[in-house]
Nanobody
Framework: QVQLVESGGGLVQPGGSLRLSCAASGFIFSSYVMRWYRQAPGKERELVATISTSSGITNYVDSVKGRFTISRDNGKNTLYLQMNSLKPEDTAVYYC?????????WGQGTQVTVSS
């Protein structure tokens, strides 16, 4: 049974930091490209960051470059998103996704709220 379980969301003040985790099971995690997406209320889901299978390649949406870092631990089957210098516009539900060819898996999401 494939599972992606996000954790680490919460309420944080502007300028603060959070670290999201995504625990994977039920598939060969190291073979999948992993991504973080987010969806704010009333908006479409947005790709935030991508990491290759071996962590050699990462990509970010312009709005988070220099503030967010995506990483993975293939030994622990876990994906991470370190989020620093958070802004109110980062408020959204954050989802992790695993992709290999036509196989795409999604987590249930974790809420991140940036507010004073």
């Amino acid at each position: 049974q494939v599972q992606l379980v996000e954790s680490g969301g919460g309420l944080v003040q502007p300028g603060g930091s959070l670290r999201l985790s995504c625990a994977a099971s039920g598939f060969i995690f190291s073979s999948y490209v992993m991504r973080w997406y987010r969806q704010a209320p009333g908006k479409e889901r947005e790709l935030v960051a991508t990491i290759s299978t071996s962590s050699g390649i990462t990509n970010y949406v312009d709005s988070v470059k220099g503030r967010f870092t995506i990483s993975r631990d293939n030994g622990k089957n876990t994906l991470y998103l370190q989020m620093n210098s958070l802004k109110p516009e980062d408020t959204a539900v954050y989802y992790c996704s695993a992709a290999l060819g036509l196989s795409v898996y999604w987590g249930q999401g974790t809420q991140v709220t940036v507010s004073s």
